[in-house]
């Protein structure tokens, strides 16, 4: 299944059996490569990235975009949101206390100026 939000691509694929998921995964990624090329559209292949749900997690895809092969990682962003592979949340957390804290700080330094205007 193939998500698009603004330049945003996602796509999601289901399968128990780890052996078709990997060949269906690249089936589809074949098509989505063929798609970019006749549109003369193009992937940050810096920001494609491989998240695998499930128990059999742990199982090494080799699955590529064109000639590129894509990196499995424990977590991705999603249309704002870092959702990890155990679905804890912990890294979407973990951003938004560094942004909370870098947004603290710069109150802090302009706190005086803040209460004068007032």
């Known amino acids: 299944m193939i998500k698009l939000y603004a330049d945003d691509t996602n796509l999601f694929i289901f399968n128990q059996d780890i052996t078709t998921l990997s060949i269906t995964a690249n089936e589809y990624l074949s098509h989505l490569s063929q798609w970019f090329v006749a549109n003369k559209l193009s992937l940050n292949l810096d920001k494609t990235c491989l998240v695998t749900f499930g128990t059999q997690r742990q199982y ?58 007032i």
């Not at 064109?66 to 679905?87: A, E, F, Q, S, W």
């Open 60 to 117: 090494k895809f080799d699955i590529k975009f064109g000639t590129v092969k894509i990196t499995n990682v424990d977590h991705c962003k999603y249309l704002g949101v870092y959702i990890d592979r155990d679905l804890k949340w912990t890294e979407h957390i973990n951003q938004l206390y560094k942004k909370m804290s870098n947004y603290a700080g710069i109150f802090y330094k302009i706190r005086q100026r803040l209460v004068d205007v």
